[in-house]
């Protein structure tokens, strides 16, 4: 019996002469076997061929003839093919990438042709010489950065430095959550003259960078900082133009760019003897303030003793040592009101009118008052803590530790958002709308001169960079006020209204167009906003 003839008989491989290309010849064999694609590749791998890149037109053409009985003769199968290499340069000529397309039977990439590919691109600086090593090792890479250029670090941007830590600031002292520090109130600070307030820090050029082509890119240098001019009560030092000093004594207050000294005035008191007082600056009054007197400052109010049925309006804090005495509902009385535009504190409030722009602190009791905060009210410190009647409001929250009476008097307490912070909000939505309006005009001109030199003259172009320039700038604090007030806002919606200890029937609480009456007496409790309305919940009572 003959032999049986092996599959694939009479199909030869070889290289040609330059080996880079497989040759296939076939003598045909009576009664072989036919073949097929996947016995044609396992065959090659066999024999040493497969890593080549194979050409399919041959590999068809190979199968069909042999499988027919005709001969072929040197038929290019497959070739050698070398791996490739490809070096990208980034937008910002700051890194050079590789990529790698692997050999197939050819040659591999060496060093020496990444190298030569990085001096044609003009690359000469940052070269990662591991990176490319190991590329050359894996033999394929796909974007790996074997270049990085430096950065340039900018400039920082010029600052003061305030020399006196406690100086009172025109801009609320509280944090993310609107909580408010209950420090102790400590005296009026006096500068004098010649006293150090405000060191100013010159703004930084930067270090200039280096692109992967060996091309300096130039820092951003910080933007100066000036201290404003004919800044009251100060000036910088002769001998040191970043160094402000006071020039007379009085109470320092930042102020945009700078620090302004304002005069403080004493008086024993208050009454028919020293008249009313209209100052500009802070008035330390020692004693009392008498029935029908008038304080009028643009700093602040010391008074170490009671304020009784007097106007008092100040630009920035109001302190009574003592307490204040109204006349609301007191027939034939006047109305008076303490009037300031941060914060007040008292040890003691009885139908008293006061309105604070930031917060009032009372220590003892609120009695029949009139009580307007722009943020916070609170009632109770080493005292009692109780409000009793009248009519409370605050923005973010209204604290006593007694709320109401077992008298069940009314007691009506008005939380929510300020009407003024949403007509703010929109006029600065407007505002913004204009500005990136006229912005997009600009970049339209500024789009067409770039492709059609010549059109625009230069003063034009450069009046409309300015432009541009100015109303990004302008666009980006508008933003920043946008959010500024609108997590004031948002802060707005979580206002309360809390009772530490007792909460009496009597007490109403307005937010908005919601109301919400206590029935019966209660224990701790808070009153605000829930998934339904106006919502009571209790909470731990102080120890």
């Known amino acids: 019996m003959d032999k049986a003839i092996p599959q694939g008989a009479g199909l030869i491989l070889e290289m040609d002469e330059e080996g880079k290309a497989l040759l296939a010849s076939v003598i045909p064999q009576a009664g072989s076997r036919p073949i097929d694609a996947t016995w044609l590749t396992r065959h090659l791998a066999g024999s040493g061929y497969g890593g080549l890149c194979y050409l399919p037109t041959a590999v068809t053409q190979l199968i069909s003839q042999y499988n027919s009985g005709r001969s072929v003769t040197a038929l290019r199968l497959a070739e050698c093919v070398d791996a490739r290499l490809e070096i990208r340069i980034s937008q910002d000529d700051m890194a050079a990438t590789l990529d790698i397309t692997p050999a197939q039977g050819g040659a591999p990439i060496t060093k020496n042709q990444i190298l030569a590919a990085l001096a044609e691109k003009g690359v000469t600086d940052g070269i990662l010489l591991d990176e490319v090593n190991q590329a050359i090792a894996a033999g394929h890479a796909t974007a790996l950065t074997i270049a990085r250029g430096t950065p ?9 430095e305030s020399l ?27 500068v004098r003259a010649k006293d150090p307030l405000m060191l100013r820090h010159r703004a930084t050029t930067g270090t200039p960078g280096i692109t992967v082509q060996g091309v300096p890119v130039a820092p951003r240098p910080g933007k100066e900082v000036m201290y404003a001019p004919q800044l009251t009560g100060a000036a910088p030092s002769p001998d040191n133009p970043d160094l402000l000093l006071a020039t007379q004594t009085g109470q320092p ?34 004693g009392d303030v008498c029935a029908g007197m008038t304080v009028k400052v643009s700093g602040d109010i010391e008074v170490g003793g009671v304020v009784e049925n007097a106007h008092l309006e100040a630009g920035g804090s109001i302190v009574i040592r003592g307490g204040v005495l109204g006349s609301i509902d007191q027939k034939g009385g006047s109305d008076y009101t303490l009037r300031c535009g941060h914060d007040f504190h008292a040890a003691y409030a009885q139908k008293a009118r006061i309105e604070a722009g930031n917060n009032i602190f009372i220590n003892d009791m609120a009695m029949q008052c009139e009580l307007t ?37 009314t007691t009506a307490c008005h939380i929510g958002v300020n009407p003024s912070l949403q007509k703010e909000a929109k006029a600065l939505a407007e505002q913004r709308d204009a500005q990136e309006t006229q912005l997009l005009e600009i970049s339209k001109l500024l789009d067409f001169a770039g492709h059609n030199p010549g059109r625009l003259g230069p003063e034009v172009i450069d009046k409309a960079r300015h432009t541009a320039l100015s109303l990004s700038g302008e666009i980006a604090r508008l933003r920043e006020a946008e959010k500024d007030l609108a997590d004031k806002i948002a802060l707005a919606q979580e206002a309360r209204v809390t009772a530490e200890e007792t909460l009496h029937e009597g007490v109403e609480v307005l937010f908005g167009t919601q109301r919400y009456r206590v029935v019966g007496d209660h224990g701790a409790g808070q009153i605000q906003m829930g998934a339904n309305g106006l919502e009571l919940t209790p909470l731990e009572a102080r120890s």
């Not at 410190?381 to 605050?394: C, D, E, F, P």
Request: proline share 6%; hydrophobic share 45%.
């Open 253 to 286: 207050v930042v102020v945009k760019n700078g620090v302004i000294v304002e005069p403080v005035f004493t008086v024993p008191a208050v009454n028919m003897a020293s008249g009313n007082i209209d100052f500009d600056g802070s008035v330390v009054i020692k």
């Open 164 to 190: 006196i830590p406690d100086m009172r600031a025109r801009v609320p002292q509280e944090n993310k959550a609107g909580q408010i520090d209950y420090r102790d109130l400590g005296e009026i600070m006096v």
């Open 373 to 409: 905060a722009g943020k916070h009210i609170k009632v109770g410190k080493a005292r009692r803590g109780h409000i009793v009647g009248g009519r409370i409001q605050a923005m973010l929250s209204i604290t006593a530790r007694v709320l109401g009476a077992p008298n069940r008097i």
């Open 152 to 160: 340039p670090v900018h400039g920082k941007d010029g600052y003061f």
